[in-house]
Nanobody
Framework: QVQLVESGGGLVQAGGSLRLSCAVSERTVSIYNMGWFRQAPGKEREFVAAISWGSGRTNYADSLKGRFTISRDNAKDTVYLQMNSLKPEDTAVYYC???????????????????WGQGTQVTVSS
């Protein structure tokens, strides 16, 4: 069992920055990977970034490399998503997710994760 709580979303102007946090609580199993996905209205859930809980190895959606950075603080059981140079098309609900089954896939598919947070809204105005 894992509970994930996102925070840090909000309204920001284009070109601005936000840092999302995902706090892990009530963890009774090991976590192998953590990910961020986003979903805009009328669109499918989209991969943003992933990080290995142990090694810290990261991967990103190609379109977001250079603007978004995922990191984790194991001591605080928290994962972060730093988002810079935000664009209106980044507007979406951002979800934090955890893989507790040691999935060996690409980490880019929602089906590779088994616990999800409730999401936090990010709105970027032009």
């Amino acid at each position: 069992q894992v509970q994930l709580v996102e925070s840090g979303g909000g309204l920001v102007q284009a070109g601005g920055s936000l840092r999302l946090s995902c706090a892990v609580s009530e963890r009774t199993v090991s976590i192998y990977n953590m990910g961020w996905f986003r979903q805009a209205p009328g669109k499918e859930r989209e991969f943003v970034a992933a990080i290995s809980w142990g090694s810290g190895r990261t991967n990103y959606a190609d379109s977001l490399k250079g603007r978004f950075t995922i990191s984790r603080d194991n001591a605080k059981d928290t994962v972060y998503l730093q988002m810079n140079s935000l664009k209106p098309e980044d507007t979406a609900v951002y979800y934090c997710t955890a893989d507790t089954r040691r999935n060996s896939g690409s980490r880019m598919n929602p089906g590779e994760y088994d616990f999800w947070g409730q999401g936090t809204q990010v709105t970027v105005s032009s």
